[in-house]
């Protein structure tokens, strides 16, 4: 009977270690809070998400150098940073990828890119990738919206950028725009999460 017992305990221990190791695994759901991270950008000073004092939030944008995907929506994310940072929504880029397994998605190569096209923001190296798990970021890109509620960082958003990822010119529903202006207003997104599609993270 005592055998039984402590059988049914590992059990119910087990089942309660493997649920919360996925849920921990999976990453941030809308509504929960980000923490912030000190990574380092393309000019190598670290940047956190405290050093914005003014922001309201954040358009957290996980991207990279090679990826077809992620250079077909460079100019748009140039876009969304032009149009919101003024607004308290600047975006912050992070290249997730391991450079041994991705080549050309090193430092150096992030620095030369970023000069090339001409980044108004942040493009931060995800060294020894802690931080997209963290997130739950699987593509590139992959984009979650942060916006500031009572001091702390509250996720709004999680998905892609719009609804065409090969032809800018024929985007009818542009997700992270729709979301941003909602959160500026003072409203929930009310698309809050879509499918992100892109290259994945190489590990």
Do not use: W
Not at 10 to 29: D, M
Not at 115 to 131: A, H, M
């Amino acid at each position: 009977m005592k055998t039984l017992k402590i059988s049914a305990v590992l059990i119910v221990f087990a089942v309660i270690t493997a649920f919360s190791l996925k849920n921990t695994s999976e990453g941030y759901k809308i509504g929960d809070t980000a923490t912030d991270f000190k990574l380092k950008n393309i000019d190598e000073k670290l940047v956190s998400l405290s050093d914005f004092d003014s922001a309201k939030g954040f358009i957290v944008i996980f991207t990279c150098n090679h990826c077809p995907y992620s250079v077909a929506y460079e100019d748009r994310i140039i876009a969304l940073d032009k149009k919101y940072k003024s607004k308290g929504y600047p975006v912050i880029a992070i290249n997730p990828n391991n450079p041994e397994i991705s080549k050309g998605d090193d430092f150096v190569s992030m620095q030369k890119r970023a000069k090339d096209k001409g980044f108004t923001f942040p493009y931060l190296f995800d060294e020894g990738q802690k931080i997209f798990p963290q997130y739950g970021a699987t593509r590139t890109p992959h984009v979650f919206i942060l916006n500031k509620e009572n001091n702390a960082l509250k996720v709004a958003y999680i998905g892609a950028i719009d609804n065409n990822s090969q032809n800018a010119s024929a985007v009818t529903e542009k997700y992270v725009e729709n979301a941003v202006e909602a959160l500026l207003i003072g409203e929930k997104p009310s698309l809050d999460f879509t499918k992100a599609i892109g290259c994945s993270i190489k590990k």
